[in-house]
T-cell receptor, first 114, second 112 residues
Framework: QKEVEQNSGPLSVPEGAIASLNCTYSDRGSQSFFWYRQYSGKSPELIMSIYSNGDKEDGRFTAQLNKASQYVSLLIRDSQPSDSATYLCAARRAVGGSQGNLIFGKGTKLSVKP | DTGVSQNPRHKITKRGQNVTFRCDPISEHNRLYWYRQTLGQGPEFLTYFQNEAQLEKSRLLSDRFSAERPKGSFSTLEIQRTEQGDSAMYLC??????????FGQGTRLTVV
């Protein structure tokens, strides 16, 4: 079982709709979670961080964390064609009680159709 | 520019040659990470440092790969006796200990 799993997609949504991206992780000790956006040929860009159960909103983005279910999600409201990219979920592993390295999923490709 | 800087941006090398990449992190970040990414895959963890100490190295990483971070500032990643399977984008990132990491633009390696 991979440590961080994402549906590879592609996920296609119409412009203006809500895009919902999901991620599960296997290490129960993971403490912090991140969403990155990666355009084709570019490096990943950090867009959201979440550290506690519940929702965290930043503009059109909402990250949701449920540690009991080991589940992280990202909602993008009012999706725009410029949101078309691959979205990577990452979990920071807990190592001996401290914060370890970042493990990434394979990413979900999102396509927003005009 | 105060972001993560990687050099070179592109490297083409013949199989069997050694290559070295450099990463300059964001100055106040004490953590530095190396990842490798191939088409359609997420970044694959290689190794990371806290200050000058190498805290973890992927078990999947061949002995041909070595990384250093002297004085806890910039880092180098060396690949010895390159193979065609080493062709990938090599990404460096830096962070504060419990925060998200910021990536450089990457070094694209092509082994011919």
């Amino acid at each position: 079982q991979k440590e961080v799993e994402q549906n590879s997609g592609p996920l296609s949504v119409p412009e203006g709709a809500i895009a919902s991206l999901n991620c599960t992780y296997s290490d129960r000790g993971s403490q912090s979670f991140f969403w990155y956006r990666q355009y084709s040929g570019k490096s990943p860009e950090l867009i959201m961080s979440i550290y506690s159960n519940g929702d965290k909103e930043d503009g059109r983005f909402t990250a949701q964390l449920n540690k009991a279910s080991q589940y992280v999600s990202l909602l993008i409201r009012d999706s725009q064609p410029s949101d078309s990219a691959t979205y990577l979920c990452a979990a920071r592993r807990a190592v001996g009680g401290s914060q370890g390295n970042l493990i990434f999923g394979k990413g979900t490709k999102l396509s927003v159709k005009p | 520019d105060t972001g993560v800087s990687q050099n070179p941006r592109h490297k083409i090398t013949k199989r069997g040659q050694n290559v070295t990449f450099r990463c300059d992190p964001i100055s106040e970040h004490n953590r530095l990470y190396w990842y490798r990414q191939t088409l359609g895959q997420g970044p694959e963890f290689l190794t990371y440092f806290q200050n000058e100490a190498q805290l973890e190295k992927s078990r999947l990483l061949s002995d041909r790969f070595s990384a250093e971070r002297p004085k806890g500032s910039f880092s180098t990643l060396e690949i010895q006796r390159t193979e065609q399977g080493d062709s990938a984008m090599y990404l460096c990132a830096s962070s504060l200990p419990a925060r998200g990491a910021f990536f450089g633009q990457g070094t694209r390696l092509t082994v011919v």
